[in-house]
Nanobody, 120 residues
Framework: QVQLVESGGGLVQAGGSLRLSCAAS????????MGWYRQAPGKQRDLVAG???????NYADSVKGRFTISRDNAKNTVYLQMNSLKPEDTAVYYC??????????????WGQGTQVTVSS
C-alpha cells in the first residue's frame, strides 16, 4: 500500500504564504496523479489543485493565481505553494494520490490531513 506523509501546515496571517509537501512511499507502482483537497468546517471536501504524472495541472477557481502545485516524480512528492492566503483558505488540507497498481487496479490514497489556518 501507499502511505502519504504531509508536512508544512500551520498558522499564517492573511496575505502570507505557506508551502505544503506530501511524499508518497510504500508499494508505489505507477502514480497517475497527486493533488490537494481541503475541507472547511461545515463544508464538503473539494479539490484545490491536482497534477498528473505528465505535469498537467488543475486548480479550483478560488485558488487559481494564488496557489501553485508542483510535483517531483523522482521523489513521488507533491507540493502546494500557497501565496496571498485568505481567511477563507482555512481548512484541513488532504493530500491525495491515485495510482494503477501492479495489475492495473486503480488505487486511491489519502494523507492524514494537515490544518491550515489563516488569521485576519
Amino acid at each position: 500500500q501507499v502511505q502519504l506523509v504531509e508536512s508544512g501546515g500551520g498558522l499564517v496571517q492573511a496575505g502570507g504564504s505557506l508551502r505544503l509537501s506530501c511524499a508518497a512511499s510504500g508499494s508505489i507502482f505507477s502514480i497517475r496523479a497527486m493533488g490537494w483537497y481541503r475541507q472547511a468546517p461545515g463544508k464538503q471536501r473539494d479539490l484545490v489543485a491536482g497534477i498528473t504524472s505528465s505535469g498537467v495541472t488543475n486548480y479550483a477557481d478560488s485558488v487559481k493565481g494564488r496557489f501553485t502545485i508542483s510535483r517531483d516524480n523522482a521523489k513521488n512528492t507533491v507540493y502546494l505553494q500557497m501565496n496571498s492566503l485568505k481567511p477563507e483558505d482555512t481548512a484541513v488540507y488532504y493530500c491525495n494520490a491515485v495510482q494503477f497498481g501492479r495489475f492495473g487496479v486503480q488505487e486511491d490514497y489519502w494523507g492524514q490531513g494537515t490544518q491550515v489556518t489563516v488569521s485576519s
